[in-house]
């Protein structure tokens, strides 16, 4: 993959990169007006975290495509490390939650972990894919960075409606 060819990917990475910043501080402000019942519910405070570190990773992601005549091998490590640590990271901040009783079905810890693997996993790729490991190209990182919106976005729409509305986001009583 040539200069050009990355320097083709730009509009992509501005309006991702903004959007992705202006969707975390979405989740600030979410997680602001819901704090007391965010913190009463363990796992919660950790699923806030990991909604801003998915739409910080978009964004240094798509920053790291905007760095001028960086070469695609260059592009291509700092992609893969990006989303090796970032993955590493998350699962350190989800796992201890999943061993926390809650009222939340299993189905929603799972969807959880696939909505980390969905947004992380396709940055590796495409820093693996810069690297000459396989095909793709940035059109992993599109997907990665997409699905790092849907997934932060659905947690700031928990943090906003679904602790108040729903049951399942209470604390269990403990005797």
Not at 36 to 46: H, M, Q, S
Request: with cysteine; hydrophobic share 60%.
């Amino acid at each position: 993959m040539s200069h050009e060819d990355i320097a083709a990917w730009e509009g992509f990475a501005v309006a991702l990169a903004g959007a992705s910043a202006v969707l975390a501080g979405l989740v600030f402000v979410a997680v602001s007006i819901n704090v007391e019942r965010i913190v009463a519910v363990p796992g919660l405070p950790g699923r806030a975290g990991e909604s801003v570190i998915v739409f910080l990773t978009a964004l240094i992601a798509c920053a790291f495509v905007l760095v001028p005549d960086q070469s695609a091998t260059a592009l291509g490590i700092e992609l893969l490390l990006l989303g090796l640590l970032v993955l590493a990271l998350l699962f350190l901040i989800l796992v201890p939650t999943l061993r926390v009783p809650s009222r939340q079905p299993t189905s929603w810890h799972a969807a959880r972990v696939v909505g980390i693997l969905t947004a992380m996993l396709p940055i590796v790729l495409a820093g693996g894919s810069l690297l000459h490991w396989l095909p793709g190209g940035l059109y992993w990182l599109l997907g990665g960075v997409l699905a790092a919106v849907v997934v932060g976005t659905a947690n700031a729409w928990v943090f906003l409606v679904e602790v108040v509305r729903d049951q399942r986001y209470r604390p269990i009583d403990v005797p």
